[in-house]
């Protein structure tokens, strides 16, 4: 398994690499000192290198939504004619080496053993996995991984639909003496906006995703009326982690600062150019 260093899980190294790619590839070609441009060109290739290499979900999409958005940003420097040159053949170049090695290993996407390994060995929050009981899910099959864990999240939403079990509450749904006594239990459905639903209420869930749409729409207005690479830079963040919220929940190495992103471009800005 990919190392995760202090991020926590490989799922939550991912989400920070993604950050970090975006960032890096906007920067390079904006960043006039050369040799802080060449760091971020080798970020570049780095960050998107290990975005893909985490092999999880949130990986493999964020990687597609992040060359969507550089390969855009490509063209429309073509079509405005700007003299800075694009590093998107290095974001290709990092995704392409990760795509290749992981095709020699044998693809796999390992979502449903990150979350266990996280959830139950380092954080000693879920229930121990166990293939033993009735309806055991299969973790290797990312296709029942995440309807099993959002299904935990309907139960308890068909019953608190309202006010929410409480916060940090979202096991005890599911316990009824130790963590043993419940295998396959989860502390959370790794999906933002079932997790707020669930715990604090359908209302703070709706105000989330509200918060997070206005945000990215918000983020895109502002990088389409200024010229500096902050603005797409920040706007990609926020578009992308209101996608990936459905197959990911906040962890406090990695979540703060995506939020610092987003409620940066929940401001309007003005581009200093043209202040």
């Given at each position: 398994?990919?190392?995760?260093?202090?991020?926590?899980?490989?799922?939550?190294?991912?989400?920070?690499m993604?950050?970090?790619?975006?960032?890096?590839?906007?920067?390079?070609?904006?960043?006039?000192?050369?040799?802080?441009?060449?760091i971020?060109?080798?970020?570049v290739?780095?960050?998107s290198?290990?975005?893909?290499?985490?092999?999880?979900?949130?990986?493999?999409?964020?990687?597609?939504?992040?060359?969507?958005?550089?390969?855009?940003?490509?063209?429309r420097?073509?079509?405005?004619?700007k003299?800075?040159?694009?590093?998107?053949?290095?974001?290709?170049?990092?995704?392409?080496?990760?795509?290749?090695?992981?095709?020699?290993?044998?693809?796999?996407?390992?979502?449903?053993?990150v979350?266990?390994?996280?959830?139950?060995?380092?954080?000693?929050?879920f229930?121990?996995?166990?293939?033993?009981?009735?309806?055991?899910?299969?973790?290797?099959?990312?296709?029942?991984?995440?309807?099993?864990?959002?299904?935990?999240?309907?139960?308890?939403?068909?019953?608190?639909?309202?006010?929410?079990?409480?916060?940090?509450?979202?096991?005890?749904?599911?316990?009824?003496?130790?963590?043993?006594?419940?295998?396959?239990?989860?502390?959370?459905?790794?999906?933002?906006?079932?997790?707020?639903?669930?715990t604090?209420?359908?209302?703070?869930?709706?105000?989330?995703?509200?918060?997070?749409f206005?945000?990215?729409?918000?983020?895109?207005?502002?990088?389409?009326?200024?010229?500096?690479?902050?603005?797409?830079?920040?706007?990609?963040?926020?578009?992308?982690?209101?996608?990936?919220?459905?197959?990911?929940?906040?962890?406090?190495?990695?979540?703060?600062?995506?939020?610092?992103?987003?409620?940066?471009?929940?401001?309007?800005l003005?581009?200093?150019?043209?202040?």
């Amino acid at each position: 398994m990919l190392p995760s260093g202090t991020a926590g899980s490989p799922a939550s190294l991912a989400t920070f690499m993604a950050a970090a790619s975006v960032t890096a590839y906007f920067s390079a070609a904006g960043d006039r000192n050369g040799f802080f441009s060449l760091i971020h060109k080798a970020a570049v290739v780095g960050a998107s290198f290990f975005l893909v290499k985490t092999q999880t979900l949130i990986g493999y999409t964020g990687s597609v939504l992040i060359l969507a958005a550089g390969t855009a940003d490509y063209f429309r420097g073509r079509k405005a004619e700007k003299k800075e040159g694009s590093p998107l053949l290095l974001l290709i170049t990092g995704m392409a080496a990760a795509y290749a090695y992981i095709i020699i290993k044998g693809f796999a996407v390992y979502d449903g053993e990150v979350i266990w390994t996280d959830g139950c060995v380092r954080l000693a929050a879920f229930g121990q996995y166990s293939t033993s009981i009735e309806g055991a899910v299969n973790i290797h099959d990312i296709k029942a991984v995440y309807p099993y864990l959002w299904g935990k999240a309907y139960s308890i939403i068909d019953q608190f639909g309202i006010t929410g079990i409480g916060p940090d509450a979202f096991i005890f749904a599911e316990r009824r003496g130790t963590l043993n006594d419940v295998p396959l239990s989860v502390d959370r459905p790794y999906n933002e906006y079932l997790y707020y639903a669930a715990t604090y209420g359908i209302p703070a869930a709706v105000s989330l995703a509200a918060a997070f749409f206005y945000s990215s729409a918000n983020g895109v207005i502002s990088a389409a009326k200024n010229r500096n690479w902050i603005f797409r830079a920040g706007a990609v963040i926020a578009v992308f982690y209101t996608v990936t919220a459905v197959i990911t929940n906040s962890t406090a190495s990695v979540t703060p600062f995506i939020w610092f992103i987003m409620g940066i471009c929940c401001c309007t800005l003005k581009d200093e150019e043209k202040a």
